[in-house]
């Protein structure tokens, strides 16, 4: 990878905006920027989570920033390996700050730590014909985060599983070498070893849990197998394999 395609080599570092993806998006339609190209900020308005849900952040206590690349090499089937490599990059670095805890990627792509979430990732994408144009990776992880509003259910920052303050430029910029480096593999089409390290890492794979369909409310128990190569979950339920994609299923829990 030369040093012009190098993630982070352009960064556009922003005091306050609406969002990072949308800055990214508007960046997109307006211009050409480069491959790897970063757009953080200390604070967002309306910083997103999936299904439209609000991503909480006080002034400058937490990583919001947004990547843009053109991995136009994937085809639109396998354009969840960017997912999995997104997301095992945020939590292969914080599992280095906080050692003595489980950190794992709660699928599709929220990091937990233990039970509790500290980052989340929103990818949109832009395809053209059969292949990915360019894509915008909005990620949010909760660093110094104090208190959390209480209609947020399960969340966590670095702050408050180490008791310390944590230098946000510092992950940041671990962050954008975890994710070259995982980009590098995805380039070279080592799209097996991204599978299985992010497998190795899913939450509750292999314990017994319990989930809700969400169309009809229905709650199961199964057990977490691991993902096609479309990115659908796979769960083993009476003794039957079924597959799940974004949004249709709640978790709720390990059996207890």
Known sequence: MNESNVIGNTIINLD???????YAEQLCTNSN???????????????RGQIGR?????????????????????DISQQFFLSMTIALAIRDVIQDAV???????KWPNDIYIDDKKVAGILIQSSIMKKSLKHCIIGIGVNINEATFPLDIPNPTSLFLELGVEV???????????SFNGGY????ANKCTMLKDAYESHLYLKGQVADFVRLKNEEPFTGIILGVSQEGMLRILIDEVEQQFVVNEIKYL????
């Not at 590098?184 to 380039?187: A, I, K, R, T, Y």
């Open 99 to 105: 050692t003595t805890k489980k950190v794992t990627i």
């Open 184 to 187: 590098s593999m995805l380039v």
């Open 16 to 22: 306050s905006i609406e969002s990072t993806n949308n």
């Open 253 to 256: 829990g390990i059996r207890s």
């Open 167 to 177: 230098n946000l430029a510092m992950v940041k910029d671990a962050i954008l070498r």
């Open 33 to 47: 920027p480069n491959h790897g190209t970063v757009i953080t900020t200390r604070f967002q308005g309306a910083g």
């Open 54 to 74: 609000k991503w909480h952040s006080t002034y400058d206590k937490n990583v919001l920033m947004s990547i843009i690349v053109r991995p136009s090499f994937l």
